[in-house]
DNA sequence: GTCTTGATGGTAAGCGCTTTCACCACCTCG
DNA sequence: CGAGGTGGTGAAAGCGCTTACCATCAAGAC
């Protein structure tokens, strides 16, 4: 309780407040001679001087620490980024404050306000944007205040914002994969798809219509099912699927949690993946790279994402608002095996 | 930059800067006339006023701040208890800052050393401990200096130090786990048993042991394999064991994702798990519920874990260190069918 | 009518640090 | 041998808030 201030120690060393300052964090222009440094540095050590960083931030107006806002920090998706924006930021001495929204939007905008009360150096926001313009806006407006406070602001996905984004290639990536599948032999398509408004599920799919559109091939709408973004909407989305009897060789879940669910709908429904039913996902989450069959996916570098995504906010502020596009790459596996 | 404070918000209501801080904050026992107040709130939303924490911090005394130290984020059993303890953190009008600190307890006590200067209010560490009182007395000593500056601690595993603890229940699991494989039919046993002197490895161990013992049932020296307590030590484990040539019905790995590692290794070999070789784990990691065959486990629940960890930060502190334990239970699935 | 009170508003004293100045020795040259 | 540096040190002014502590005023209490 009663901790030991910058004044106990300099009392304790015989020194001037400015000296212990200066001694413990070596000040920029001004030296102090070795004798009084150790001096103050033994007294500090003497009484387990700890400095408060609020003082320091207060004092130096700022801080050393970094936001970061995910949708749900269980979810390997998010874990992976955050892992990768946790050391990044601890290699630039910053402490990372977490925030996980639970996929509010409103939450989301709440804790940007708290992140710039705390003067947070600057915010990583990782997931999906929203079709949704009047969350958008006071998003929008809410960043743009922090900014003016002088944060900076790097997002993971769209560049929907004017600030520096890391968009990952779902587009791209989701068109290779389709590429990839109809040259396996695929022909006959599905999607499970996400739900309506999710801007990765939609550059996803868009993605995948693409790739299939440029091989000749298309997917009927009525193979387009409509789900959560989550294992449970996977399941769903597929048992549909597989109700309404659709003649189809191949589905592709928006991402990987998603295909895991689609996968144990299909186990369930007695089809076997793979040989029965084609199923392909999206990130290559690490934790699922033992299912089995393996699944077919589109790798996303996440850890790197995430170590970009905070390096961007911790350079010099660019006049342009930075686009920093992050590969993904088709993973085929035997959740896909070649169709003969 | 040029951020508004709190007087400016006073001075454009036209009330000092007392007012405005009672008017916004709403001060314990003083009462600010309605009229002013709305003077005050409506000035500090045209001045787009975002108090300092800092600053606020400062002036009260006490922040706003729980700290989590974690071993790696982007672990599913980590990550798990992190929504936990955001969950509640949430609740209790906390932040969360987030440490991950790759398995290096040099890295922890830096970290405890960090979140002391921040003055947070609770420090919550999850993680196993290891055997090494060099180390775990530096973590003590740390500690202590942070509870002594009047933070609360609390930790997830075992109760090592004087702090409170929430105990997950390894050792009676695994026992459990252990019956109930016996009782399955299953007779010659086998452990992934993690690194040595990984206390929560040992704990389950130790259990698993205890549980056959009850039932006359013994692990092999030779069947217990050393490897690191993760998928690819896990993966090692197993191969090695089959290597060996040990006639065996079933393999305890000490957590999910080294069972996952010994699933991928029993593939490889050519060996079906379930009707060829039973794998068990332990956590009932979410993301892994879907492997397939579905993996016998020990039921752990994280998030429950996480939350009850925070909450003990938050109450009164108690005169003796409180310990928690939250119970484990044994899922039988189709990674170990009844034996015949 | 005077005296208590309770409700309000303002003044000012910090909270623990960093940093600008001012000041003081000493040196180094011309 | 004085002018003009040059390191080194300390005093003190904040940083943006909260919160005693006072001062004021109107409403009741006697």
Same mark, same amino acid.
């Given at each position: 309780?009663?901790?030991?201030?910058?004044? @106990?120690?300099?009392?304790?060393?015989?020194?001037?407040?400015?000296?212990?300052?200066?001694?413990?964090?070596?000040?920029?222009?001004?030296?102090?001679?070795?004798?009084?440094?150790?001096?103050?540095?033994?007294?500090?050590?003497? %009484?387990?001087?700890?400095?408060?960083?609020?003082?320091?931030?207060?004092?130096?107006?700022?801080?050393?620490? %970094?936001?970061?806002?995910?949708?749900?920090?269980?979810?390997?998706?998010?874990?992976?980024?955050?892992?990768?924006?946790?050391?990044?930021?601890?290699?630039?001495?910053?402490?990372?404050?977490?925030?996980?929204?639970?996929?509010?939007?409103? /939450?989301?905008?709440?804790?940007?306000?708290? %992140?710039?009360?705390?003067?947070?150096?600057?915010?990583?926001?990782?997931?999906? /944007?929203?079709?949704?313009?009047?969350?958008? @806006?006071?998003?929008?407006?809410?960043?743009?205040?922090?900014?003016?406070?002088?944060?900076?602001?790097?997002?993971?996905?769209?560049?929907?914002? @004017?600030?520096?984004?890391?968009?990952?290639?779902?587009?791209?990536?989701?068109?290779?994969?389709?590429?990839?599948?109809?040259?396996?032999?695929?022909? /006959?398509?599905?999607?499970?798809?996400?739900?309506?408004?999710?801007?990765?599920?939609?550059? /996803?799919?868009?993605?995948?219509?693409?790739? %299939?559109?440029?091989?000749?091939?298309?997917?009927?709408?009525?193979?387009?099912?409509?789900?959560?973004?989550?294992?449970?909407?996977?399941?769903?989305?597929?048992?549909?699927?597989?109700?309404?009897?659709?003649?189809? @060789?191949?589905? =592709?879940?928006?991402?990987?949690?998603?295909?895991?669910?689609?996968?144990?709908?299909?186990?369930?429904?007695?089809?076997?993946?793979?040989?029965?039913?084609?199923?392909?996902?999206?990130?290559?989450?690490?934790?699922?790279?033992?299912?089995?069959?393996?699944?077919?996916?589109?790798?996303?570098?996440?850890?790197?994402?995430?170590?970009?995504?905070?390096?961007?906010?911790?350079?010099?502020?660019?006049?342009?608002?930075? =686009?920093?596009?992050?590969?993904?790459?088709?993973? =085929?596996?035997?959740?896909?095996?070649?169709?003969?």
């Amino acid at each position: 309780m009663a901790s030991v201030t910058l004044s @106990d120690v300099a009392r304790e060393a015989g020194v001037s407040l400015a000296t212990a300052s200066r001694a413990i964090n070596g000040s920029a222009n001004r030296t102090v001679r070795p004798e009084l440094r150790d001096r103050v540095l033994a007294a500090a050590a003497a %009484l387990h001087y700890s400095p408060d960083a609020n003082a320091q931030a207060m004092a130096r107006g700022r801080t050393t620490t %970094l936001g970061l806002i995910v949708h749900d920090i269980a979810d390997p998706y998010f874990s992976s980024i955050a892992a990768g924006v946790t050391t990044a930021a601890e290699r630039a001495g910053l402490m990372v404050t977490l925030a996980s929204t639970g996929h509010d939007p409103e /939450r989301e905008i709440a804790f940007i306000e708290v %992140l710039q009360s705390q003067r947070a150096r600057a915010i990583v926001m990782a997931g999906s /944007r929203i079709e949704d313009e009047t969350v958008n @806006d006071r998003l929008r407006a809410a960043l743009s205040a922090y900014r003016a406070g002088g944060g900076a602001v790097a997002m993971i996905g769209q560049p929907l914002f @004017d600030v520096d984004t890391v968009a990952i290639e779902n587009t791209a990536g989701a068109a290779d994969l389709a590429v990839a599948l109809h040259a396996a032999g695929y022909r /006959r398509f599905a999607a499970l798809a996400g739900p309506a408004g999710h801007l990765t599920a939609r550059d /996803r799919m868009e993605g995948f219509a693409a790739g %299939l559109a440029s091989r000749g091939a298309a997917l009927a709408p009525e193979h387009i099912m409509r789900s959560a973004f989550t294992r449970d909407g996977g399941y769903e989305g597929m048992r549909e699927l597989l109700d309404s009897g659709a003649a189809v @060789d191949v589905v =592709l879940a928006v991402n990987d949690v998603m295909a895991v669910g689609a996968m144990a709908a299909a186990r369930d429904a007695g089809v076997t993946v793979g040989t029965g039913i084609g199923i392909a996902g999206f990130d290559d989450i690490v934790t699922l790279r033992d299912v089995t069959p393996s699944l077919t996916t589109v790798r996303v570098p996440l850890l790197q994402v995430g170590a970009t995504a905070t390096e961007l906010t911790l350079g010099e502020p660019a006049a342009e608002p930075r =686009l920093e596009r992050v590969a993904s790459t088709v993973v =085929l596996r035997d959740s896909t095996p070649p169709r003969a």
